[in-house]
């Protein structure tokens, strides 16, 4: 079994705890100072608001991290298979943290967020960044990946909105809706093309039959399950998102409460 470095073990280690507190002190007590609506959630709802607000931290890092990654590491992009892998593991790294920290978190609070598809794609995951991390192959594709979670936001941000109480024709739920099947768009849909010709690209040559066989399965397989669910996601979201577009009824603004809209 390959080795894990100290700074591969260090950042997951202060990944994990830092996902750990943001979701049992920062986020209760930032929501509270600037979300009202927060007050009014009961226990399960407040448990998922505040795992989705990490969820939605760790996107933005992680997600940021990978478009640099992408624009301007010269090492991954030229060598897709067996470049250098240090600035891709230490973006790997904080998102093992993280899996780790939310799997905790489903265990513990199992009645509130548990989902038995959830521990199954952390664990899948962290089976595949296993290789990123040990022995440092495959970089490029494991952050290109990565790229998705810039979705993962608005994918959030349409769940405050929902548990708030604002009605699906004001204005910031729309707008936001928008925003989520745009950015699902681009950040899952449009960059296949460029990750199949990359991925067909490599296969069969030298450098690809030095990945280990289960690296290969931890890469290949799972890709294209994961994008036939995004496709099917795709079309379910842009249909919801027509069809709210195209329903009849004056646009709001604001948030209901009680019955009524402000």
Same mark, same amino acid.
């Given at each position: 079994? &390959?080795?894990?470095?100290?700074?591969?073990?260090?950042?997951?280690?202060?990944?994990?705890?830092?996902?750990?507190?943001?979701?049992? @002190?920062?986020?209760?007590?930032?929501?509270?100072?600037?979300? $009202? /609506?927060?007050?009014?959630?009961?226990?399960?709802?407040?448990? %998922?608001?505040?795992?989705?607000?990490?969820?939605?931290?760790?996107?933005?890092? #992680?997600? !940021?991290?990978?478009?640099?990654? !992408?624009?301007?590491?010269?090492?991954?992009?030229?060598?897709?298979?067996?470049?250098? $892998?240090?600035?891709?593991?230490?973006?790997?790294?904080?998102?093992?943290?993280?899996?780790?920290?939310?799997?905790?978190?489903?265990?513990?609070?199992?009645?509130?967020?548990?989902?038995?598809?959830?521990?199954?794609?952390?664990?899948?995951?962290?089976?595949?960044?296993? =290789?990123?991390?040990?022995? /440092?192959?495959?970089?490029?594709?494991?952050? @290109?990946?990565?790229?998705? %979670?810039?979705?993962?936001?608005?994918?959030?941000?349409?769940? @405050?909105? &929902?548990? !708030?109480?604002?009605?699906?024709?004001?204005?910031?739920?729309? #707008?936001? /809706?928008?925003?989520?099947?745009?950015?699902?768009?681009?950040?899952?849909?449009?960059?296949? $093309?460029?990750?199949?010709?990359?991925?067909?690209?490599?296969?069969?040559? &030298?450098?690809? =039959?030095?990945?280990?066989?289960?690296?290969?399965?931890?890469?290949?397989?799972?890709? @294209?399950?994961?994008?036939?669910?995004?496709?099917?996601?795709?079309?379910?979201?842009?249909?919801?998102?027509?069809?709210?577009?195209?329903?009849?009824?004056?646009?709001?603004?604001?948030?209901?409460?009680? /019955?009524?809209?402000?």
């Amino acid at each position: 079994m &390959e080795m894990f470095s100290p700074l591969v073990l260090s950042i997951t280690a202060i990944s994990f705890v830092t996902f750990q507190c943001l979701f049992h @002190f920062v986020s209760p007590w930032i929501s509270a100072q600037f979300c $009202p /609506g927060y007050h009014r959630l009961g226990p399960r709802h407040t448990i %998922e608001w505040n795992s989705r607000t990490v969820s939605t931290v760790h996107a933005m890092i #992680v997600g !940021l991290f990978c478009i640099y990654i !992408l624009l301007f590491d010269d090492a991954v992009n030229e060598d897709p298979v067996w470049g250098n $892998p240090s600035l891709v593991k230490k973006n790997v790294a904080i998102t093992c943290g993280y899996l780790l920290s939310d799997m905790l978190l489903i265990c513990f609070y199992w009645q509130a967020i548990g989902d038995k598809f959830f521990v199954i794609h952390h664990l899948a995951a962290l089976y595949a960044y296993y =290789y990123v991390l040990s022995i /440092g192959m495959l970089p490029y594709f494991a952050n @290109f990946r990565l790229v998705a %979670e810039l979705s993962t936001p608005c994918v959030n941000q349409r769940w @405050f909105f &929902e548990v !708030l109480g604002y009605p699906k024709k004001s204005l910031p739920n729309m #707008v936001n /809706g928008i925003a989520m099947t745009a950015s699902f768009f681009m950040v899952r849909i449009a960059v296949m $093309p460029l990750y199949y010709s990359r991925m067909y690209a490599v296969y069969g040559t &030298e450098p690809f =039959y030095r990945v280990a066989f289960g690296g290969r399965c931890a890469w290949i397989g799972p890709s @294209f399950c994961l994008d036939i669910m995004n496709i099917m996601w795709m079309h379910k979201m842009a249909r919801g998102c027509i069809s709210v577009l195209r329903s009849p009824g004056k646009v709001k603004v604001g948030m209901l409460q009680n /019955g009524k809209v402000h």
